[in-house]
């Protein structure tokens, strides 16, 4: 999850925070480990619903391409829908900000050992 944090905060120099994040497979399915996303995050997690996503996005994709949909937010907006949706606990915030800052500290620590074990 804190891997996860580091890219966003990686992205956020760049941009605006999003309104929500999407989140699909394997973890998607676990309540536990999406409300903890949304808590850390401090952003809204939102699960879509079906499998197979990666095929919808081309079925979207074609939908656009063939006309049967105006634009890719018409044909989102036709073609799928919200299974779950998680939102922040602004209680833990502070909490998810300790725990990340020391996970940055021991992968801080980590870097000269793990450069050294990547180049042998």
Do not use: N
Request: charged residues 20%; aromatic residues 8%; hydrophobic residues 45%.
């Amino acid at each position: 999850m804190f891997g996860h944090t580091t890219h966003i905060q990686h992205l956020l120099k760049f941009r605006p925070p999003p309104e929500v994040i999407r989140i699909t497979g394997g973890a998607a399915r676990s309540e536990v480990w999406m409300q903890m996303f949304a808590d850390c995050f401090q952003i809204p997690v939102e699960i879509p619903a079906g499998t197979e996503l990666g095929a919808l996005g081309a079925a979207i994709a074609a939908a656009v391409a063939c006309g049967c949909h105006a634009d890719f937010p018409q044909a989102i907006a036709t073609m799928t829908r919200i299974a779950r949706r998680y939102e922040p606990d602004a209680t833990l915030r502070d909490v998810y900000a300790a725990k990340f800052k020391k996970h940055r500290e021991v992968v801080g620590a980590l870097e000269p050992v793990c450069t050294k074990w990547q180049t042998h």
